[in-house]
């Protein structure tokens, strides 16, 4: 009863902290340290990602299709009304470049950091703070508005996301809010670069396809953690919605303040 209220927890810290600007990758250590989990394999990680991406992929289906359906039109068809989807689109790849490159240049420093526990209190806090900071910056920029240097500002702030204890969904609202993008906006294309950023997480993981493996016996538990984690995904994009939308950042900055001071001393007595 105790292994399968464990992998409970560990499927709704990632499907909450994943689109939560609160760090999953950070409260994954936490917990897992706090059940003495971290020997859980790359395979139990490859599930929950695969769990998070699949809910991430069913709440932005009708934006996720529009886009890839107005690309496509623009590119091969030139259909001038999809002009801005195609604008979009590679808006989105820019933003995605600077995190693939970030990650190759500083994946040992990335990895130095998952084991250290009070380092990741402190860039909770540090993502406190930026987050308190967030909910006080106003934007009136609209998606028509938008240009390549918005893409690139965003996908470099989308690199401090990599590190655990800094939140990858604050990371893009940070970049997007500093070039005074409104709020709803700003949450729409922090959104639509979930899928490329869970997506490659995922790619990632499985380049360490040799070290990957399943201990059936373990299966059921995986499930279980697969299912709360999808759900939870899902409806905490609908809580992010709105939160942003009533400019309620700073309550995920005072948590994040909260849960980092707490994880830095413990990090530092243990």
Request: net charge positive; glycine share 8%.
């Amino acid at each position: 009863m105790i292994k399968v209220l464990k992998y409970i927890v560990l499927g709704l810290v990632q499907g909450i902290a994943e689109v939560l600007p609160i760090s999953s990758s950070g409260h994954l250590i936490i917990v897992e340290n706090l059940f003495n989990a971290q020997d859980d394999n790359l395979a139990f990680e490859i599930f929950l990602h695969l769990a998070s991406l699949i809910a991430i992929l069913f709440f932005l289906r009708k934006k996720l299709w529009a886009l890839i359906k107005g690309f496509c039109l623009y590119l091969f068809r030139r259909k001038e009304e999809y002009k801005l989807e195609f604008k979009y689109g590679i808006m989105v790849i820019i933003s995605t470049i600077p995190v693939v490159i970030f990650t190759l240049l500083f994946k040992d420093l990335i990895d130095k950091v998952n084991g250290t526990l009070w380092v990741v209190g402190l860039l909770l806090m540090v993502n406190g703070v930026v987050l308190w900071t967030l909910s006080h910056i106003k934007g009136t920029r609209k998606k028509e508005e938008l240009n390549y240097l918005d893409a690139l500002v965003i996908g470099c702030g989308q690199c401090f996301g990599i590190f655990p204890g800094i939140s990858r969904s604050g990371s893009c609202l940070c970049g997007a809010f500093t070039r005074k993008i409104e709020k709803e906006t700003a949450a729409d294309y922090a959104f639509i670069l979930f899928i490329p950023a869970v997506l490659g997480a995922t790619v990632l993981e499985f380049t360490h396809f040799s070290e990957i493996s399943i201990d059936t016996s373990m299966l059921a538990l995986y499930g279980i953690s697969f299912i709360v984690a999808m759900v939870t995904t899902y409806f905490s994009f609908v809580l992010l919605l709105k939160v942003i939308r009533k400019g309620k950042l700073s309550w995920f900055g005072y948590y994040c303040l909260a849960i980092g001071l707490f994880t830095f001393i413990y990090g530092l007595v243990k």
